[in-house]
Nanobody, 127 residues
């Protein structure tokens, strides 16, 4: 089985930066994408960013709300995915989840296309 563990969440003031990490372990999986989602209280889980896991150099996609502020990257050798969050805003406050596809899908902005999930890490941005 595939296991994902997020880390790096915390409390930061608006305008600050935070770097999230996701460590993947377990058996080899066929995921084309690994991504980040977030969920704020009372809101649905939403897409944040994703990266093509097998594409050398990695092709990345971002939600409009974070485009230009967040950067996703990965280290295939270490099975690690990162989310560098800059210029953080209070509306970025949420639990952030790392996710991986078990079966390749181009619907990479949808949570239903991801089969493996981490436990989540809390990110709180104060104003």
């Amino acid at each position: 089985q595939v296991q994902l563990v997020e880390s790096g969440g915390g409390l930061v003031q608006a305008g600050g930066s935070l770097r999230l990490s996701c460590a993947a372990s377990g058996r080899t999986f066929s995921s084309s994408y690994m991504g980040w989602f977030r969920q704020a209280p009372g809101k649905e889980r939403e897409f944040v960013s994703t990266i093509n896991w097998t594409w050398m150099g990695g092709r990345t996609y971002y939600a409009d709300s974070v485009k230009g502020r967040f950067l996703i990257s990965r280290d295939n050798a270490k099975n690690m995915v990162y989310l560098q969050m800059n210029s953080l805003k209070p509306e970025d406050t949420a639990v952030y989840y790392c996710a991986a596809q078990g079966v390749s899908s181009y619907q990479y902005t949808s949570p239903v296309s991801y089969d493996y999930w981490g436990q989540g890490t809390q990110v709180t941005v104060s104003s």
